[in-house]
């Protein structure tokens, strides 16, 4: 490994947030998926080996930044920064001339990383790509914007995407704590007391941002009164003040976890949007993690909406899928929109007819009970007849024709029972004019969420 090339340390007036900034990739707190050990960008920095272009796409706080200047410390090429906010063409073309000499006259590489890549327009992109390709530079973006979006394809795809998370809870608790720890980049040296549930308030109130939330430790702490000891007490209502946000009474492992999803879920079977609303919105900032919210929204489009209106299910999942790709804080659009579309769709539970199906299976006596015409001919069709007497329903007039599809001893039964809500009152219609009599499911009883 090479050994280790470190800055010169921040100035003590620096922002908490810029003197706690890692120092070493073992200091380094998340991405694992993509940092952990023996993962390859790990491997590929620690041993001076990052020889492609890289893309770092990724909320803010999440360490972008910091992991840019970690390859910056491990390598012995030399390393150059740009702020796609400040800098243009005219530094790029400065930048390539150097990196061009460096190389023919001093046989060594430039690594180039580019803050907020996705604000060059498309000009500037283009005016890097050629020299991406011929080697003349390594280039490192980072960018809060999907790249595959916002960066040029070209150069997407001379460059492998690292997709960075945002920090969990955990994550922003041990860098809070490290700074409380530590005597030289943090407050270690002063007498400081926070109790452990407002420090858990403001690592969960960050919401992934390590940046934010070390910006709100510092206010609260510099802004604070010291005892006649000299010692510093931090209170949640500190942290209220520093981060601009109350606290929200939710435990996500207890009581208010449970009762919270269930009044939420309880609103929109209830049709009651605005109940709903509230419910989605106590999750959210509470830090509820939001992809167990879509999945109950998934559920309760079959369960509770069903065939009622048949886009509630597809409605549901397509708020999942974007919030893969967008994420929080612009996330909240989609668990809304999934959330109002269901509490206002007609409603009905006729999908729990497969429970009534999977009752009678479970009753069943007999291996083979599937009735001779509906077997496979493929097999059997001469010796034992199998397939013998089934009817191609597309050869009917209306593509439907009467036929026995049960088992004999189930004939004349019936699981599923459409509702007269929305499109399901079609169904069942379609079904009345097929089969004859489909009367409505009987209203359901209470059942506990």
């Known amino acids: 490994m090479l050994p280790f090339m470190s800055d010169p340390a921040p100035p003590p007036a620096a922002p908490l947030a810029e003197r706690m900034r890692p120092r070493t990739l073992d200091e380094f707190v998340g991405q694992e998926h993509i940092l952990g050990d023996g993962k390859v960008?790990?491997?590929?920095?620690?041993?001076?080996?990052?020889f492609s272009s890289i893309i770092l796409w990724g909320p803010p706080g999440c360490g972008k930044?910091?992991?840019?200047?970690?390859?910056?410390?491990?390598?012995?090429?030399?390393?150059?920064?740009?702020?796609?906010?400040l800098a243009g063409k005219a530094d790029l073309r400065k930048i390539i001339a150097q990196a061009r000499e460096r190389r023919q006259h001093h046989r060594q590489r430039t690594i180039l990383f580019v803050d907020e890549v996705h604000r060059w327009n498309k000009a500037q992109q283009d005016a890097l790509l050629p020299h991406v390709e011929n080697?003349?530079?390594?280039?490192?973006?980072?960018?809060?914007?999907?790249?595959?979006?916002?960066?040029?394809?070209?150069?997407?795809?001379?460059?492998?995407?690292?997709?960075?998370?945002?920090?969990?809870?955990?994550?922003?608790?041990?860098?809070?704590?490290?700074?409380?720890?530590?005597?030289e980049r943090g407050y270690g040296a002063r007498q400081v007391r926070v109790s452990p549930q407002a420090l858990a308030f403001l690592a969960e109130a960050a919401r992934g941002d390590a940046r934010a939330a070390l910006n709100a430790l510092e206010m609260a702490l510099e802004t604070a009164t010291p005892d006649a000891q000299g010692g510093y007490t931090l209170s949640l209502e500190a942290f209220q003040q520093a981060i601009q946000q109350r606290a929200v009474l939710y435990d996500k492992n207890g009581d208010a976890h449970y009762d919270t999803i269930s009044a939420f879920i309880k609103s929109v079977r209830g049709s009651d949007p605005d109940a709903a609303l509230y419910w989605l919105a106590k999750m959210v900032e509470a830090g509820?993690?939001?992809r167990f919210i879509l999945r109950r929204l998934l559920i309760l489009a079959a369960e509770d909406v069903g065939l009622a209106d048949p886009q509630a299910l597809t409605v549901a999942a397509a708020a999942a899928q974007a919030f893969e790709w967008v994420g929080l804080p612009e996330g909240v659009y989609?668990?809304?929109?999934?959330?109002?579309?269901?509490?206002?769709?007609?409603?009905s539970n006729s999908t729990k007819a497969y429970f009534a199906a999977r009752d009678a299976v479970r009753q069943q006596s007999t291996a083979d009970d599937?009735?001779?015409?509906?077997?496979?001919?493929?097999?059997?069709?001469?010796?034992?007849?199998?397939?013998?007497?089934?009817?191609?329903?597309?050869?009917?007039?209306?593509?439907?024709?009467?036929?026995?599809?049960?088992?004999?001893?189930?004939q004349g039964v019936r699981f599923y029972?459409?509702?007269?809500?929305?499109?399901?009152?079609?169904?069942?219609?379609?079904?009345?004019?097929?089969w004859g009599g489909a009367e409505e499911a009987p209203s359901p009883k209470a059942e506990e969420e």
Not at 148 to 155: D, G
Not at 371 to 392: E, F, M, N
Not at 417 to 434: D, F, S, V
Request: proline content about 6%; glycine content about 4%; cysteine-free.
């Open 41 to 50: 960008l790990r491997r590929a920095i620690e041993n001076d080996r990052l």
């Open 370 to 410: 599937v009735p001779r015409h509906l077997k496979d001919p493929s097999r059997d069709a001469s010796a034992l007849g199998h397939g013998r007497g089934y009817r191609y329903p597309h050869q009917a007039e209306g593509h439907f024709l009467r036929q026995q599809y049960l088992p004999d001893h189930l």
């Open 334 to 347: 989609h668990l809304a929109e999934a959330t109002l579309y269901l509490a206002t769709a007609p409603k």
């Open 135 to 183: 080697g003349t530079i390594t280039f490192i973006g980072a960018t809060t914007e999907n790249p595959y979006f916002e960066v040029i394809p070209a150069l997407v795809s001379r460059s492998r995407v690292f997709q960075l998370q945002a920090l969990s809870a955990a994550h922003i608790l041990r860098i809070l704590q490290a700074a409380l720890r530590d005597p």
């Open 417 to 434: 029972r459409p509702t007269r809500q929305g499109y399901e009152r079609t169904i069942a219609e379609r079904l009345a004019r097929w």
């Open 288 to 290: 509820e993690d939001p």
């Open 65 to 85: 930044t910091t992991l840019a200047r970690l390859i910056a410390h491990h390598t012995q090429a030399h390393f150059v920064t740009l702020s796609a906010v």
